[in-house]
């Protein structure tokens, strides 16, 4: 089997000459499926790499490049990571004890993708705050974020979304499908080039499974709808996967995620507030606040209307959500320290 095709690029000087490499397409319940040059396998970790993983929180994920040991008659087994290019995680708290948390560790979801699609639905779950909510780890992820609006079909006039999206979402291209219809679906192609890889970000509900199947061309996801006493979703993908789309894209499936625990998302926080951070150099301080400080340019741009005051509270929840992270990890390594 050809790696290339599954975006496999990488130059490895490989030390040992029974490890091979390979992508893992599948993970559940510890056991890993992985595409290699001699087929598709199923494999564990074990010995010096799983006590790393459990150490450090950094376990393989869908969309990883792994060196391994083929096994012809059991499982395999995952010897090494190669670096990542681009991924995406998210904050994984545990440990909770009496209100403490233990031990804060980086949850990567999926790595080594081109594009990142939130997926939004047009129906009864829009809302811009989801859509910029994803937006930061998206850009954080290294990968380009492209906002796709389904249901299209469920409203009279998409345009009036499009262009709310594309406001608040500044230079992010927003596209309006529908997976019932076949509508819009062309305009994916570009980022479904053979070799390009596509991760799926977005709540239960708002339509992932459908835009899968009507990709895939044949329905390899469960379908469900939207809960009419809650407008809340039901999960339909229970694991993360990737699939081999007919004109040899890929796309990593994830289980919709209600909350999202971001997780070191400074560069993206500058990335996608970079129209924001440009304002502080205006300020007559370099330490501004940008609270009561005079001349302050972010108050004047609230105040004058070409700063909007959603976009500024946006930005603060961010710090503060990333600033608690970064709180709650650093008292876990002191604490760890101190035993």
Not at 114 to 133: A, P
Request: charged share 20%; proline share 4%.
């Amino acid at each position: 089997m050809d790696l290339k095709k599954y975006g496999y690029t990488h130059a490895i000087k490989i030390e040992e000459s029974d490890l091979l490499p390979g992508r893992v397409t599948e993970h559940q319940r510890g056991q890993y499926t992985v595409v290699t040059p001699h087929g598709e396998t199923t494999a564990t970790l074990k010995g010096a790499f799983l006590y790393e993983a459990e150490t450090s929180g950094d376990y393989p994920c869908v969309g990883d490049f792994v060196l391994l040991n083929y096994n012809t008659s059991g499982h395999s087994q995952i010897r090494e990571l190669i670096p990542r290019r681009s991924k995406f995680s998210r904050a994984d708290f545990s440990g909770h004890a009496a209100g403490y948390v233990k031990t804060i560790k980086e949850q990567v979801i999926a790595a080594n993708f081109d594009y990142v699609f939130i997926v939004i639905s047009l129906g009864q779950l829009f809302k811009i705050s989801r859509i910029t909510r994803y937006l930061t780890p998206a850009w954080q992820s290294g990968a380009q974020p492209v906002v796709i609006l389904t249901k299209s079909d469920l409203v009279p006039d998409t345009a009036v979304y499009l262009t709310e999206v594309e406001s608040a979402a500044p230079g992010v291209p927003v596209h309006a499908v529908s997976s019932h219809t076949g509508y819009g679906l062309e305009v994916l192609s570009p980022y479904l080039q053979p070799g390009k890889t596509v991760v799926f970000l977005g709540m239960s509900g708002v339509g992932k499974s459908s835009l899968l199947n009507a990709l895939m061309q044949q329905e390899v996801t469960a379908v469900s709808g939207i809960r009419e006493e809650d407008s809340r979703g039901r999960h339909t993908t229970t694991h993360r996967q990737l699939f081999m789309l007919p004109g040899g894209a890929m796309v990593i499936d994830t289980p919709g995620m209600r909350e999202l625990g971001l997780f070191d998302i400074e560069d993206g926080i500058k990335t996608g507030f970079s129209d924001v951070e440009a304002l502080f150099a205006g300020c007559r301080f370099s330490d501004c606040r940008h609270e009561s400080e005079p001349d302050c340019a972010v108050r004047a741009a609230l105040a004058a209307g070409t700063l909007a005051i959603t976009e500024w509270n946006r930005y603060l929840k961010h710090l503060r959500e990333n600033k608690f992270v970064e709180s709650k990890r650093r008292n876990a390594q002191r604490g760890k320290r101190q035993k």
